[in-house]
């Protein structure tokens, strides 16, 4: 079945320590997002990519990083500069024109 | 102002009960528009799209009116299982295809 894969389900990072998040789909979207959701907040734009090796910065994107250099992968790095990582972070795939997003599971990150 | 807006809730309804949610959006250059449902703890999930002429799917009625920036969704006879936050979603009028999430209004339905 086709669909987003998200991994790990739950994180814990020690301060000053970087983690990555993976997301892969196989649903041969061009278009891929992660997104950060906070208790009582909406979801905020941290980066997109519409095609491979290309990406931008969404609304949030400070003490983050990601990389594109597959079609399927769009990974984000949770970098020490990011003061208040913890929070459930989603990524989401689209077909560039119409629709909406198809969404993993998502991965909650915890500071200890 | 909030690019999309929704008011919060928590909608508390008897099962069986009609409940509607509103939504205003600020970019008059949005094109598309979109529910989505998240339950407690998951990924939100499309619920429907809705298209300008209104349009209907089971229990659920989606509303749009472009000339006010407004959004609504009906939910006739409402089940336990409706249950969830209910997501106004938006396309920015941009070439970028994102798309605009509110914060959500959360449904509780009470048996």
């Known amino acids: ?112 | 102002r909030k690019e999309v807006e929704q008011d919060p809730g928590p909608f508390n309804v008897p099962e069986g009960a009609t409940v509607a949610f509103n939504c205003t959006y600020s970019n008059s250059a949005s094109q598309s528009f979109f529910w989505y449902r998240q339950d407690c703890r998951k990924e939100p999930k499309l619920l429907m799209s809705v298209y300008s002429s209104g349009n209907e799917d089971g229990r659920f009625t989606a509303q749009l009116n472009r000339a006010s920036q407004y959004i609504s969704l009906l939910i006739r006879d409402s089940k336990l299982s409706d249950s969830a936050t209910y997501l106004c979603v938006v396309r920015d009028g941009g070439a970028t295809n994102k798309l605009i999430f509110g914060t959500g209004t959360l449904l509780a339905v009470q048996p």
């Open chain 1, 1 to 112: 079945d086709g669909g987003i894969t998200q991994s790990p389900k739950y994180l814990f990072r020690k301060e000053g320590q970087n983690v990555t998040l993976s997301c892969e789909q196989n649903l041969n979207h061009d278009a891929m997002y992660w997104y950060r959701q906070d208790p009582g907040q909406g979801l905020r734009l941290i980066y997109y990519s519409q095609i491979v090796n290309d990406f931008q910065k969404g609304d949030i994107a400070e003490g983050y990083s990601v990389s594109r250099e597959k079609k399927e992968s769009f990974p984000l790095t949770v970098t020490s500069a990011q003061k208040n990582p913890t929070a459930f972070y989603l990524c989401a795939s689209s077909t560039p024109v119409v629709g909406g997003y198809t969404f993993g599971s998502g991965t909650r990150l915890t500071v200890v």
